[in-house]
């Protein structure tokens, strides 16, 4: 049995005749049409171009989304991941880092992680931070590789903020 899509209503949903009779019943029974009409208008491009801003995505609850709609839209999922990384969601980059990670049937020690692990990691997701931290120890990459695994162990165990900055990349898989 093929479950029923169910998708959010929009005002694009409704027809354009009653959305004429709606935009008139308001130049009709208002006290100021033109400004109103004019407001509305404003809204519309303001909602738009905040819906469209990368914070938004940055803000996305993964788990929230997988779990409303993971019947309904079981490949808008794995589409949205990737996307939702790309923009710095770090749940997502934890997410997607573990499918590049878990990929082949063994865990096998790596010298590098993904970069979304690590993004995730440097952001301060405390259970990315761990996996790192486990998958550089597995590793034993050098010097280099054993201070990112303290710092990332130290931001698990305490509330200690990740120090390592944003622009150097040791030990990331490009």
Sequence with gaps: MMARQHRPSSLADIPTELAIRIAGHITATSVRPMEDLRS???TCHFMCRVCSDLE???????ERFYRLYRYVIP???????PRLAQV???EACFVVGMIAVLRYPLLKPL??????LERAARGGHKAAAYVAAILLYMANGGTSADNTTRQYMRQVVGD?????PWGRRQNVEQ
């Design 88 to 90: 710095g969601n770090l």
């Design 75 to 81: 490949d808008g999922y794995l589409t949205l991941l």
């Design 111 to 116: 010298s590098v992680i993904d970069k979304n």
């Design 56 to 62: 938004v995505g940055r803000l996305i609850s993964v």
């Design 40 to 42: 509305l208008r404003v």
């Design 160 to 164: 200690e903020p990740v120090k390592v």
